[in-house]
């Protein structure tokens, strides 16, 4: 089936530590997003990226890297440098047109 | 940048009808769009309007007025499963596909 799969569904990191959090889609999109959402607030845009190597900032890329050397994957590393990384995650991705963005299932960060 | 607006919460009763208002300012409009998310998941897409008028999918529907930067979701026949978090949000045309979203409005059905 085609669709846009993110994992792990739930990560525990420990403060100081840089973590990966996967997205990978099969619709042949050339857009995929990143997004972070915090409770009682909308999505925040952290990084997208348009078309294989090549990436752009968000509005709160600060403490975080992205790559896009495949079409189908997007992973998102959140690094040490980020001062509040626990979130809900969610990446996206859209085809020519974009009138639909597809979500993955989401990855629930959590510092201890 | 753009700022959309929407109320935090709504309550209604099982089978009623409920209005989720949604307003934005922006320039270089490319579309609204509405998403359903349930508490600890993705959200999943209802609608997406370009053009002024409304636009009915089963016992949902969504308006737009472009002069007025004013959409509305519109849920018919509630039901119990219809609690969730709706999102309204806004795409433009120098952003090719990203989305600007409101905070959301929790929808709660009441039996």
């Known amino acids: 089936d085609g669709g846009i799969t993110q994992s792990p569904k739930y990560l525990f990191r420990k403060e100081g530590q840089n973590v990966t959090l996967s997205c990978e889609q099969n619709?042949?999109?050339?857009?995929m997003y990143w997004y972070r959402q915090d409770p009682g607030q909308g999505l925040r845009l952290i990084y997208y990226?348009?078309?294989?190597?090549?990436?752009q900032k968000g509005d709160i890329a600060e403490g975080y890297s992205v790559s896009r050397e495949k079409k189908e994957s997007f992973p998102l590393t959140v690094t040490s440098a980020q001062k509040n990384p626990t979130a809900f995650y969610l990446c996206?991705?859209?085809?020519?047109?974009?009138?639909?963005?597809?979500f993955g299932q989401g990855t629930r960060l959590t510092v201890v | 940048g753009q700022n959309i607006d929407q109320p935090t919460e709504m309550t209604a009763t099982e089978g009623a009808i409920v209005q989720i208002n949604c307003t934005y300012q922006?320039?270089?409009?490319?579309?609204l769009f509405w998403y359903q998310q349930h508490a600890g998941e993705a959200p999943t897409f209802l609608s997406y309007?370009?053009?002024?008028g409304l636009e009915e999918k089963g016992r949902f529907s969504s308006f737009l007025s472009r002069s007025k930067g004013y959409s509305y979701l519109l849920l018919k026949e509630l039901q119990m499963k219809d609690s969730a978090s709706y999102l309204c949000?806004?795409?433009?045309?120098?952003?090719?596909?990203?989305?600007?979203f409101g905070a959301g409005t929790q929808v709660v059905v009441t039996p």
């Open positions: 996206a991705s859209g085809g020519a047109g974009n009138t639909e963005a597809f």
């Open positions: 619709l042949n999109h050339d857009a």
């Open positions: 990226s348009q078309i294989v190597n090549d990436f």
């Open positions: 922006t320039s270089g409009f490319n579309g």
């Open positions: 309007n370009v053009l002024d």
């Open positions: 949000a806004v795409m433009t045309t120098d952003s090719w596909g990203k989305l600007q």
